[in-house]
C-alpha cells in the first residue's frame, strides 16, 4: 500500500474536488483520493506506486494544476 499528498491549485468549490477526485480515482491501482479544498492537499493512496506525471495528467485533465 502507498500513500502520497500533492498540491493541487485553482480548486475552489466542491464541484472542483468531485472532478479533480474522479480523474485521479481512474489511474490504475488507485485505492482511494482524499481532497482537502481550503489546503488544495490531494492524498492518494494505492496499491502500487503512483508516478506523479499520472497524478499530475489526472489533475490537469480536471482542469487544475499541481503545485510545485
Not at 46 to 58: C, G, K, L, N, Y
Request: with cysteine; hydrophobic share 40%; net charge negative.
Amino acid at each position: 500500500m502507498s500513500e502520497a499528498t500533492y498540491t493541487v491549485t485553482g480548486m475552489t468549490c466542491e464541484h472542483c474536488v468531485l472532478s479533480v477526485t474522479e480523474e485521479v480515482g481512474e489511474i490504475a491501482g488507485v485505492t482511494g483520493v482524499r481532497v482537502d479544498l481550503p489546503t488544495g492537499a490531494v492524498t492518494v493512496t494505492s496499491d502500487q506506486e503512483i508516478d506523479v506525471d499520472q497524478v499530475r495528467a489526472a489533475v490537469e485533465e480536471a482542469g487544475y494544476q499541481l503545485a510545485y
